[in-house]
């Protein structure tokens, strides 16, 4: 190739890159500016004291180190004060596995249900992705109106008019029934997306190992345990860790519902309680960065472990 001819496709080649960096560099900017630098400021928030008195000098505050984070620790909100105060950790914890793993079951069940063939199948696909696809305000107001606690509220209506009770029910003001709603609510809410994601796979098992089940005799619920559930743990193992990182880091439902009040509070709630009710912005970016150390060591987990394992 002539000197001529290299100098003409480097620079081609320059262009190019000019044009790369300036179609991309908008939506860098965009990611930077609602993303990347809002982390890096709650982290260094978290390290400083800052509240109303100093917002409009913020660059200014006082450094208090771990001081945000001791106090978030030794809050009543957030510790573990017994079974009838289980605090924003706890709770967090109780909260996120117990509704996880009520959605995969559900969702288990609901794919095992849509992947035999029947008359109908497509409307009852479209019924169990409703609560999926609804917006949740519309559907945490339907629940409230339902569960409400007056003697007119739907569910109270049905029971009082039954006689199964003698008197209305505060549904999600009772401290224990309320998180145990919340997390059923949650359930419902989200199997859908698990169901999905488990039928999808259902139906790439190849048919021929259920016909050599049958053909040693094996019977429904041992073709169960030995094909469709080792066939499905992979995706059940990825599905549950990346419900369990979302439901997590869930706010707008929990508050939605119960505003986080009679033992639902968890820590995407203090956190919001902290920043926005008590104006502490300092311990609302240190709950935050607790919350994301640990929806990083649930990403870890999901990595090293279900990834590696899909892999291989």
Not at 13 to 27: G, V, Y
Not at 43 to 61: E, Q, R, T, Y
Not at 94 to 111: K, N, Q
Not at 188 to 198: A, D, G, H, K, S
Request: aromatic share 14%.
């Amino acid at each position: 190739m002539s000197t001529a001819a290299k100098k003409k496709a480097t620079g081609f080649q320059k262009k190019e890159a000019r044009l790369a960096w300036a179609l991309i560099s908008p939506t860098a900017l965009i990611v930077f500016g609602l993303v990347i630098f809002p982390a890096i400021f709650s982290i260094w928030v978290s390290f400083h004291d800052v509240g109303l008195h100093n917002l409009n000098d913020v660059f200014h505050a006082p450094y208090v180190g771990f001081d945000n984070y001791v106090k978030v620790i030794n809050d009543y909100a957030f510790k573990f004060q017994g079974l009838d105060n289980l605090g924003a950790a706890v709770t967090s914890v109780v909260y996120s596995f117990s509704a996880t793993t009520l959605a995969i079951i559900i969702g288990l069940i609901a794919s095992l249900i849509l992947n035999r063939p029947f008359r109908g199948r497509g409307i009852a696909r479209a019924i169990f992705l409703f609560p999926y696809v609804a917006p949740i305000v519309s559907v945490a107001f339907v629940w409230r109106w339902i569960l409400d606690p007056k003697p007119s509220g739907v569910l109270n209506n049905i029971l009082l008019s039954l006689n199964l009770i003698e008197e209305p029910i505060a549904y999600l003001a009772n401290r224990g029934l309320s998180l145990l709603i919340v997390i059923l609510l949650d359930a419902w809410r989200y199997f859908p997306f698990c169901m999905l994601m488990i039928l999808a796979r259902l139906q790439a098992i190849d048919g021929k190992l259920y016909e050599a089940a049958k053909m040693d005799g094996a019977n429904a619920i041992q073709q169960f345990f030995t094909i469709t559930l080792p066939e499905l743990r992979y995706v059940l193992g990825a599905t549950f860790l990346l419900r369990l990182m979302w439901t997590f880091n869930k706010f707008d439902d929990i508050f939605l519902y119960t505003g986080g009040g009679f033992g639902t509070k968890v820590l995407p709630v203090l956190t919001y309680e902290f920043s926005f009710r008590l104006y502490d912005f300092g311990r609302g970016a240190a709950t935050a960065m607790i919350l994301l150390v640990v929806l990083a060591i649930f990403l870890t987990v999901y990595v090293t472990v279900v990834m590696k394992n899909v892999e291989d």
